[in-house]
């Protein structure tokens, strides 16, 4: 396998602290990414409808005509 060049940092002095943050920042986006998911997904399981679910067509409707400014 080929040798990777060298990454440049943005702020070379701040290297320590890339090393040090890279998996914690790597884990947190993760779990924010998971939040958001089951956040979405719980209610589609349980079958129970909130926001723009429980009526999609009405909706849209009230979007374009927000959009539009027509009645």
Known sequence: MPA???VKLLFPSLER????AGPVSSSLLRAAF?????????PK???IS?????????GS???????LHST
């Open 4 to 6: 990777r060049p060298p």
């Open 17 to 20: 602290l890339y090393a040090a």
């Open 34 to 42: 998971g939040i958001i998911m089951m956040t979405h997904g719980i």
């Open 45 to 47: 399981l349980l079958a």
């Open 50 to 58: 909130h926001g723009s679910m429980a009526n999609p067509m009405a």
């Open 61 to 67: 409707i009230r979007l374009i005509e927000n959009v």
